[in-house]
Structures are given as structure tokens and as C-alpha cells.
């Protein structure tokens, strides 16, 4: 999700390439990112992005800079064609004379390392003529005066809405950024039904559990069982973790052969109700497929009296409360009556999939997905350090600091990698990549963000994404290079708009699957033309190979 002022520049084809210069000299500073693509073309109606027009092979601008701020320059972009008049023609000498002119308008420029430095090379134009028509000179992105305030506004609402996950509501941050006057957020309240985690309650989980050993289980079932394809089963456990007794099996010997089964190749640890750990049932299955068997289970607490609680009153309590959002008057309308809270939908949907095991997790963390971070933080805050888990996260936030003139597909940078089992050096990391984004235009680099991750740990099998539903990916042609499954939790789709059918379209070319609030939407790739699926409110139809929105529910 983005805000702020938006510019535009189109980059038709481009690859980024970090490092020297080809010959670095006393003007070009020694470490630039650079670009090349076949036409950069420009729509300079930003007022926070300066133009500096030349001539195709002059060193001259056009136009005088007028006294800036050098602490105001986010980045410097010279903009050259790679078409040589001449063999014996020298693009450095004159980048370099480029460089001096700047340089001797603003010199505090010259060694300033706070500031990003990319070349533009294009390869588009083939004789003087047409090169003529090429932009050349440079182009100086302003940074936001607004930004700093925003990014610290943003902090503040992540934290404010991690504080309300764990039950402490702490606003003074907030209330204190809005009571300046510099923010562009407002306070709003209503009477809402607030949902927390409860602190001491846990459920208990099933480890041990690999394929192998599930082989030879299911074999051993069935011998049990009289060769049956699908077997059904009820275990219970002690607040131990120890088997005790298996229901409707009536046979006292079959049920003891069978819990020794189970204690020998599966672990059971107890759930835990208000900070004490507590019996267990397991509810199993296990299905013969055509790659061999495979089980799913849901693990229950049995809390006092025996009695079995419902999953969503064990985790979550329940009050009517006045409460408070925080709302951007940039972006939204505000009004009375148009107060909406923010589903939590993350926490929802890695509850009930905690089968994902072994996956790299790439959540966006760019502007307004605050809420859905705070959900993102506090899950993991309860669950990261377990050993079965996900360790694996990359953070993306559509490039940092780089001007939208150069981002490439692809290419586009932002993108925090880590593995690790602390939830403090998670909470760090996304900290960092949300400050270092900059809010820019609204496409996102989601797919960059998979690719660069799975680089770097190749084991993973799956991908767990989370993302802005409104914000669709710029990479979405990178889709068919990924070749393990997507799994999608969309934030945001609880207005009448419903999902963004990009992200229909790419979950079916992945073979992966969506995510909302109450749906798992599975086998998106088996839909045919005209065939159509409801999710949530809304009806989709795959029309000319793509899913399209038909209809919404009133």
C-alpha cells in the first residue's frame, strides 16, 4: 500500500547492475547503480523531482538549478544514450564534464554519500537523429519534506496496533504525533466488538510428524484396520503428552497396539490453559493419495471439567468496547459512520494453517500495512521460536529510496532477507525495511521479493505471501519462474471490492492458493472457461482465461 505524491517515468526494458563505474574518476562518484534500458521516458509534473535537460552530446544543462538544500537530494539519475558518433568517442569525459557542471552549481554534491548516484544508460536510439528525441541530462528526486513525519506516523501505528493485539492500547505515541498538527492522520472512535489474544492460553501442537514415519503408520493401520484405504480416528492425551486412550476403538488390544504406534514415532505437546498444560484430543485422518499417504489433524485443548472449547474462545477474548482507529485524510474520507476496524485476518489464517512448515515468508511493508503487521508481529511473537515453524522471511518494500524513473521489473530492490528463530530480530528487520521504503508509486515487488528469497535458501518448497490486495504486483510477468506454490493471505479485502482478480489470475498460473478471512481457496489452476467461484461476497468468473469479478452480494 502507498501514499504520498506519485511520479511517473516509464522504463520500457532495463537491467540494474550495482557497483563501479566502468572508470571511476575524480567527478563520477565510485559506487552508482546503474541502468540500462532502451527509453526513459518522462512526465515531469512531480514537484518533488527536478529536470535538467542537455543536448545529446553536450555537458552544458539548459536550465540553472535554482538554491536547494543539499539535505533535501535523495538521489541523482544521469540520463546519457550509448550511440557513439564516433568510435574514438568518449562517454566518460563526457559524463565527467556533466558531473563538473553539476558539481559547480552545487557543490555540495561532490563526495556526498548520503546521496543514491544511478546512471541511465539507453540503447534505444541508433543514429543522432532519432537520439535527438531521447531525454539526456539529469534528474534529482527531491525527498518528501512530508516523509519523515509519515514514516515515524507509520511506526507509531504499527506499535499502536501491536498494543491493542496484546491487550494494552497504548496511543500516546499516535495522539502525540497528531497533536502537532504535521501529521495528515486523524483520530476516530466507535463502539466495536474488540478481539485479544489470551496471554496463558495455548494449543497444543503435533511434531515428529514426516512423511517416512507417516508411511509407515498408515501401513500399520491397515493392517489394523483391514486394508482401508481412509482411516478416521479419535486420540486422547494427558496434560502430559501422553497417549491414553483411542475412541471407538473397542478392541482393549487393538487400542493399546495402536497408542504404541503412536508413541513411537509421534510427539504430542500439551496445550497449556491459563499457563497450565492441559489433556488433548486429536482428531486424525489419513488418506491414501496418488503420491503415497498423507494425514491432516487438528489438535484440541480439553480445558476444565473436561469440557472441549470452541478454538476461537480458547485463543481470543471477546468485549463490546469504545475504541479508537487511526485514519489517513490523504487517502480516505472521513466521516461519521465510516469507521471500519481492521480484520485480523493474518492471525486467522496462519492459525488455521499451521501445517505450513518450512516456508519463506515475503510480506510487504510499505505505507498503510500497519495494521496487518502488527497482526504479522504478535502471531510470531507467540509462535516463532517454536522449532517447527517457519524460519525463513523477506521483506519487501518496492525498492527504498530508489526514484520510480528506474525501477525495472525485476530489478527493483527493497528487499530484506533473514532466517532466524528470534522474534526480536524479526521485529528489527521489518522495522528497518518499512523506514527505508518511501512510498512511491502504488505496484509492489512482490514476485522480486519471492525469487530473491528463494535464492537464497533453494530447500523451500513453499511460499507464504502477504500482501496489500489493492496494490498489484509490477513483477507479475515473473510468475512463471517461480516453481513452487503460493500460498496468499490478502490484507484489505474486506470492502465491497472485493479481490483483485491480478492476484486470482497469478495464484492460477502458480498452482498456489488464496487466503481470506474465512476461505482457503485451493486449485484455482483447475477452473475452466466460464466456470465461476464465490469468495466472501463475491462472485468471479474465469472468462478468457482470466478471472473476472461478475457479481457482489448486497
Known amino acids: 500500500m502507498k501514499q504520498g505524491i506519485l511520479f511517473v517515468l516509464s522504463v520500457i ?3 540494474v547492475v550495482k557497483g ?3 572508470a571511476p574518476t575524480k567527478s563520477m562518484p565510485s559506487y552508482v547503480s546503474k541502468v540500462v534500458t532502451k527509453q526513459l521516458i518522462i512526465e515531469d509534473w512531480d514537484t518533488n523531482m527536478l529536470i535538467l535537460e542537455m543536448s545529446f552530446n553536450g555537458s552544458i544543462p539548459k ?3 535554482d538554491k536547494i538544500p543539499i539535505s533535501r537530494i535523495a ?3 544521469l540520463a546519457y544514450s550509448r550511440y557513439r558518433l564516433s568510435e574514438t568517442f568518449n562517454q566518460i569525459d563526457l559524463n565527467n564534464k556533466r558531473m563538473d557542471m553539476l558539481f559547480a552549481q552545487l557543490p555540495g554534491l561532490r563526495n556526498n554519500t548520503s546521496i543514491d548516484w544511478y546512471w541511465a544508460e539507453q540503447t534505444g536510439c541508433l543514429d543522432p537523429t532519432s537520439c535527438q528525441e531521447y531525454f539526456h541530462g539529469f534528474i534529482i528526486q527531491l525527498k518528501d519534506p512530508e516523509l519523515g513525519i509519515l514514516k515515524e506516523a507509520e511506526i507509531a501505528l504499527l506499535d499502536y496496533y501491536s498494543s491493542i493485539y496484546e491487550g494494552l492500547r497504548d496511543s500516546k505515541k499516535m495522539d502525540s504525533l497528531i497533536a502537532t498538527g504535521k501529521t495528515t492522520y486523524v483520530k476516530q472512535c466507535d463502539t466495536m466488538t474488540l478481539r485479544t489474544l489470551i496471554k496463558g492460553n495455548k494449543l497444543p501442537k503435533a511434531r515428529s510428524w514426516d512423511k517416512d514415519k507417516i508411511e509407515q503408520l498408515s501401513k500399520a493401520l491397515k ?4 486394508q482401508k484405504d481412509t482411516i478416521e480416528m479419535t486420540i486422547y492425551a494427558n496434560e502430559k503428552g501422553e497417549y491414553e486412550y483411542m475412541e471407538n476403538i473397542e478392541n482393549i488390544d487393538r487400542n493399546k497396539r495402536v497408542q504404541r504406534l503412536f508413541r513411537n514415532n509421534f510427539v504430542i505437546s500439551p496445550g497449556k490453559y491459563e499457563k497450565k498444560k492441559v489433556p488433548s484430543k ?10 503415497g499417504y498423507k494425514m491432516s489433524f487438528m489438535a484440541y485443548p480439553i480445558v476444565k471439567d473436561s469440557v472441549y472449547m470452541d478454538l476461537d474462545k480458547f485463543l481470543y477474548l471477546s468485549q463490546v468496547e469504545t475504541v479508537c482507529d487511526y485514519l489517513d485524510t490523504s487517502i480516505v474520507k472521513v466521516g461519521k459512520g465510516l469507521f471500519s476496524s481492521t480484520p485480523d485476518i493474518v492471525i486467522k489464517v496462519l492459525d488455521r494453517n499451521k501445517n505450513w512448515k518450512n516456508c519463506l515468508v515475503a510480506t510487504d511493508v510499505t505505507a498503510s500495512m500497519y495494521p496487518y503487521l502488527a497482526q504479522f508481529q504478535m502471531w510470531h511473537k507467540i509462535n516463532l521460536e517454536t522449532n517447527t515453524g517457519n524460519h525463513d522471511f523477506i521483506f519487501f518494500n518496492d525498492g527504498d529510496n530508489k526514484p520510480n524513473i528506474i525501477k525495472i ?18 521485529s528489527i528487520t521489518m522495522k528497518k525495511a518499512m523506514l527505508r521504503g518511501n512510498g512511491g508509486d502504488r505496484p509492489e515487488n512482490n514476485l522480486e521479493a519471492v525469487i530473491e528469497g528463494l535464492k537464497k535458501n533453494p530447500s523451500i518448497k513453499e511460499v507464504v505471501m502477504i500482501a496489500d490486495n489493492f496494490a498489484t504486483p509490477r513483477d507479475l510477468e515473473l510468475i512463471k519462474t517461480i516453481k513452487v506454490p503460493i500460498h496468499l493471505i490478502l490484507c484489505g479485502i474486506h470492502t465491497s471490492k472485493g479481490i483483485n482478480p491480478a492476484y486470482l489470475n497469478m495464484i492460477r498460473a502458480n498452482k498456489g492458493s488464496i487466503h481470506t478471512m474465512n476461505q482457503d481457496i485451493y486449485d484455482l489452476s483447475k477452473f475452466t472457461e466460464g466456470q465461476s467461484i464465490k469468495i466472501e461476497n463475491n462472485t468471479y468468473r474465469l472468462i478468457k482465461g482470466e478471472f473476472v469479478k461478475v457479481s457482489t452480494d448486497k
Open 13 to 15: 526494458i532495463g537491467v
Open 63 to 65: 536550465h540553472k538549478l
Open 20 to 22: 563501479q563505474t566502468e
Open 409 to 426: 521489473t525485476g530489478q527493483v530492490g527493497g528487499l530484506y532477507y533473514l532466517n532466524t528463530s528470534s522474534y526480536e530480530t524479526l
Open 282 to 291: 486429536v482428531a486424525l485422518k489419513i488418506f491414501k493419495s496418488k503420491n
Open 223 to 226: 493392517t489394523e484396520f483391514d
Open 75 to 77: 538521489s541523482v539519475t
